[in-house]
């Protein structure tokens, strides 16, 4: 079962926290603390993308937000085979350390104190590249499929609502088993997929430990049995 996990470091390594006494370097005069957001966003996803590409990770998402007088830096990160705890930590402490970094060589990163929070995506996450559907094999997806001008059963039909499992994926196309059959999508015929979460029926559950338990009885009566020949 893959690992998820989350890191949080609120200051650097070094436990010195982040100021912002006045402005600096970029900083509009009269503005407020931070900038814009959607350019720090951008100024940090150049310091962190390379260091989770280079630790051999894929930066899913980077969100910055304001929390009072603090800022919450949030980086999603994957990989083929899920991403384990220890895996979220060092790859937290990496790109605290780059930050650090760009701070110290003079850059306005995030502009005083700001929370670090490294984890890896949940099954709320949307299925959009062809590595998350790759990633995703063997779970149910619903998904909208939408009506292409090349496929006149489909262009009649519309954009429909369909829910099957993943039995293969590549970076062309995506195969779903639904209650209909198989059946072949390009991901330009696909919207965001979405995971749904599957839960075992009691009952199914309680057939299945009976049948465990059976086999096991099995086993004993063959040892058994082989005991009596042996003597």
């Known amino acids: 079962m893959t690992q998820r996990g989350r890191a949080t470091r609120p200051t650097g390594p070094s436990g010195r926290p982040r100021r912002a006494d006045g402005p600096r370097d970029g900083d509009r005069a009269?503005?407020?603390?931070?900038?814009?957001?959607?350019?720090?966003?951008?100024?940090?996803r150049e310091v962190i993308e390379p260091v989770v590409t280079a630790a051999g990770y894929d930066l899913e998402d980077l969100a910055v937000s304001r929390a009072g007088r603090r800022h919450i830096v949030r980086v999603i990160v994957d990989a083929d085979g899920g991403i384990n705890l220890d895996a979220v930590?060092?790859?937290?402490?990496?790109?605290?350390?780059?930050?650090?970094?760009?701070?110290e060589?003079?850059?306005?990163?995030?502009?005083?104190?700001?929370?670090?929070?490294?984890?890896?995506?949940g099954v709320d996450r949307p299925l959009t590249l062809p590595r998350h559907w790759r990633r995703n094999v063997g779970r149910l997806v619903k998904v909208t499929v939408r009506g292409t001008p090349g496929r006149p059963e489909q262009r009649a039909a519309g954009d429909r609502q369909v829910t099957g499992r993943v039995i293969e994926a590549d970076d062309e196309r995506v195969v779903l088993e639904t209650d209909a059959g198989r059946?072949?999508?390009?991901?330009?015929?696909?919207?965001?997929?979405?995971v749904q979460v599957e839960f075992v029926r009691l009952d199914e559950a309680d057939e299945s430990d009976e049948a465990g338990d059976i086999d096991d009885i099995d086993d004993i009566d063959d040892e058994d049995d082989v005991e009596d020949e042996e003597r």
């Open 30 to 44: 009269g503005a407020p603390r931070g900038g814009d957001l959607g350019a720090r966003r951008a100024r940090l």
């Open 89 to 103: 930590a060092d790859v937290s402490r990496a790109v605290s350390v780059a930050l650090d970094a760009a701070e």
């Open 105 to 121: 060589a003079g850059g306005d990163i995030v502009a005083g104190e700001y929370q670090l929070e490294v984890s890896s995506p």
């Open 183 to 194: 059946a072949e999508h390009s991901y330009a015929e696909l919207g965001p997929g979405r």
